[in-house]
């Protein structure tokens, strides 16, 4: 089994806080599918067949017409083989959602829709610089259910300097009205080099402040548990039978082709990345050659990624796949510092090995960073 991912580098406008690789020069987006459709003829043989997932992110995927996202779905049937039971999700913003153009979607395959709808707040929307208003979120969500895409996952930000306790929950609440099975929800992150950190900086803006994400945390796990949602990765929570198997593919160390400019490739012993600019990506593959930087993956590096993933996740690390894949003296130390943890009360034992407690979920990367390995 593997996976394809789609990098579709555009969006209409930049909101504040991104530090995704997209363009807002959309009059190239002919010739990046073009190269697109090309990089993936000279990719057919870096995953073994059947491909079990696909996704389109970005940027904006919706922003593509349906013919380019057709061509591209078609151009992925031709050089590999897709499993009876694949999923196809595609991130879409809600000011692109028309009924047209889901019902043309569902009609290629993609059958599961990632919504950004970020908040339900218009001032919250405005902060960060957000394209699309309240009511076209709703009018998303309605109309994805009208066109028969059930498998829906909608995207919030929290700890916004703004967003109260009160607004969060009525978000929850909205999500719970309708239905939502999978919801990813991230903290906002100040990242350098975006509009957001900037602003901070000049002191237009209040920086963020991590006790107000913490509590915004706590009552996301709080509600969307009691909404019957598995809190199966750190940002992301699901009904039975919704996690996103692509994401959770990605956790088990499956292998993935990721197409575009700025996508990553894994295939368990190297890791690889396309170059991030459109201009240059869209020339290099005129020229036949994709455009990409390559790292062989040292032991230590993959168990440090082990770590960090497997923290993150609901399940937690499995002391048996610690020894098959790396050995007994990454055993030891792994046990070492679990416990460590154990004793402070931030992780506990399961059946396989140790997972994360309620308390120390927020935490996560922090504590799976002292669990790495250093030569
Ligand atoms: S729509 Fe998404 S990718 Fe585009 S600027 Fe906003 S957060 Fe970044």
Known sequence: MAGIYIHIPFCRKACHYCNFHFSTQTQYIEPFTNALLEELAIQKDYLKNPIETIYFGGGTPSIMSQQNIERIMGQISKHYNLADSFECTLEANPDDINLEKLSAWKSIGINRLSLGIQSFQANALEWMNRAHSVEQSHQAIQLAYRAGIMNLSVDLIYGTPHLTDKELISDLDTIKSYGIPHVSCYALTVE????????????????????????????????????????????????????????????????????????????????????????????????????????????????????????????????????????????????????????????????????????????????????????
Not at 278 to 303: D, H
């Open 192 to 375: 350098e080099k975006t509009a957001l950190h900037k602003m901070i900086q000049l002191k237009k803006i209040e920086n963020i402040d991590t006790t107000h994400q913490s509590n915004h945390f706590n009552i996301i796990v709080e509600n969307l548990q009691e909404q019957g949602m598995d809190h199966y990765e750190i940002s992301n929570f699901a009904k039975p039978g919704h996690r996103s198997k692509h994401n959770s593919n990605y956790w088990k160390g499956i292998p993935y082709l990721g197409l575009g400019p700025s996508a990553h490739s894994f295939n368990t012993d190297t890791r690889q990345w396309n170059i991030a600019n459109n201009q240059l990506y869209i020339q290099s593959i005129s020229n036949g050659i994709v455009p990409f930087e390559i790292e062989r993956l040292p032991i230590a590096t993959q168990f440090n990624e082990y770590m960090m993933i497997s923290l993150r996740c609901m399940e937690g690390f499995s002391t048996q796949t610690i020894l098959d894949r790396f050995g007994i003296n990454f055993l030891n130390h792994s046990l070492l510092i679990a416990a460590n943890f154990e004793t402070k009360g931030q992780l506990i034992k399961t059946a396989t090995g140790f997972t994360l407690t309620k308390e120390a979920k927020f935490f996560a990367d922090g504590i799976a960073s002292d669990f790495f390995w250093i030569d």
